[in-house]
């Protein structure tokens, strides 16, 4: 009985809880593609961290490396690739000609692909795994 509720709609508008359901299963299909892409192309220790509530910008984060310079661009383009064959827009891609980092913006989730030497740099990991400070309740 609780599903008809959350699947019909009043005046033409899908309830709230109908919409949050939908928008889950849109942001684990497209992490799942990602994920996906990045292993058939042999992409290395894949990491994705949950942004919601922590980032306007996107909702996952995904981080993955590439063997090389040219690894690296050639994991991103068939990435972008692959998401626009599914249906999925790509914002942009950067970096794609040196090759060291390359950032996929697919919307509800950024994939960066680094060169190893490039990503312990930077250690986006460790950056987004802080947590984040407790506000004072007034």
């Given at each position: 009985?609780?599903?008809?509720?959350?699947?019909?709609?009043?005046?033409g508008h899908p309830p709230a809880k109908s919409l949050s359901r939908r928008k889950n299963s849109?942001?684990?299909?497209l992490l799942s593609r990602i994920i996906q892409s990045l292993e058939d192309d042999k992409?290395?220790?894949?990491?994705t961290?949950?942004?919601?509530g922590r980032s306007s910008l996107t909702d996952h984060l995904v981080i993955a490396t590439g063997r090389s310079a040219r690894h690296v661009s050639a994991v991103a383009e068939?990435?972008?690739r692959r998401l626009k064959q599914a249906?999925?827009?790509t914002r942009g891609i950067d970096g794609l000609k040196q090759g060291d980092w390359v950032l996929v913006d697919a919307g509800d989730a950024i994939v960066?692909?680094?060169?190893?030497?490039?990503?312990?740099?930077y250690d986006l990991e460790g950056m987004w795994s802080v947590p984040e400070p407790r506000r004072a309740v007034l």
């Open positions: 009985m609780e599903d008809d509720i959350l699947t019909s709609s009043r005046a849109t942001e684990n299909a992409a290395e220790d894949i990491v961290i949950d942004l919601k068939n990435l972008a249906g999925y827009a960066h692909v680094f060169r190893a030497e490039v990503r312990n740099y």
